[in-house]
Structures are given as structure tokens and as C-alpha cells.
């Protein structure tokens, strides 16, 4: 089992910026995935970034390559998601979410089916 601790969210202007912090139950961050996902009203969750938890590789979505950057801090086990620049279209619930790591397969899941363990989500608005 895997916990997921989402903080971070609020409200900002467009072009500010906001760091999302997900905190991973101990024991278990060198060992999944981890993945961001945001959902605005009436759309479907969509992935934002994710990757090894505990890895350095990295993966984003168009919409916020180059603005969203991924950190982690493997002492307190969380994963960061730093958002600059951001715009009214960044508006959303955002969650974090996990699923075990499978040997040599690919870190780069996209779908939210594809991970087991997800946080209750932390809102972010951006105002235009």
C-alpha cells in the first residue's frame, strides 16, 4: 500500500509560480512511479509529468514542458512539481499518484489507469 500527501496548491496570478509537494508513505519511494495528474472541471485527468520516484529521469506533458519541473528530495521521500509561468489553462485539481515499479519497464506512464495509489488532490487556480 502507498500513501500519497498532496500540499502546495492556491490561488495565484497568471505568470506566477507554485510548488506542489507530494510526501510518499516510508518505505516504498524507491520503489514506484510517481505521477502528476490535473483535472479542471468537466475535462478528463491528465497527465502533467512523472517518473521514478527516487530517479532523475523525468517526463512532461507538452503543455508544460519547460514550464514544470520535477525534484525530488529522497530524505523526506517528496517529490516536488515546480510550476512557473503559469496560465489560466494550469487551473485544476492536481494529483499526485503512484503505481509499483516493474524492473527494466518504462517509467513513462501517461495514463491515469495505469497507477494503483492516488492522493486526494490539492487545488490550483490561476487567474488571468
Known amino acids: 500500500q502507498v500513501q500519497l500527501v498532496e500540499s502546495g496548491g492556491g490561488s495565484v496570478e497568471a505568470g506566477d509560480s507554485l510548488t506542489l509537494s507530494c510526501t510518499v508513505s516510508?518505505?516504498?519511494?524507491?520503489?514506484?512511479?510517481l505521477g502528476w495528474f490535473r483535472q479542471a472541471p468537466g475535462k478528463e485527468r491528465e497527465f502533467v509529468a512523472g517518473?521514478?520516484?527516487?530517479?532523475?529521469?523525468?517526463y512532461y506533458s507538452d503543455n508544460v514542458k519547460g514550464r514544470f519541473t520535477l525534484t525530488r528530495d529522497t530524505w523526506k521521500d517528496t517529490v516536488f512539481l515546480q510550476m512557473q509561468n503559469l496560465r489560466p489553462d494550469d487551473s485544476g485539481v492536481y494529483y499526485c499518484?503512484?503505481?509499483?515499479?516493474?524492473?527494466?519497464?518504462?517509467?513513462?506512464?501517461?495514463?491515469?489507469?495505469?497507477?494503483?495509489?492516488w492522493g486526494h488532490g490539492t487545488q490550483v487556480t490561476v487567474s488571468s
Open positions: 499518484a503512484a503505481r509499483w515499479a516493474h524492473g527494466s519497464s518504462s517509467d513513462h506512464l501517461t495514463a491515469a489507469s495505469q497507477y494503483d495509489y
Open positions: 517518473g521514478r520516484a527516487s530517479g532523475a529521469q523525468s
Open positions: 516510508r518505505g516504498t519511494f524507491s520503489l514506484i512511479v
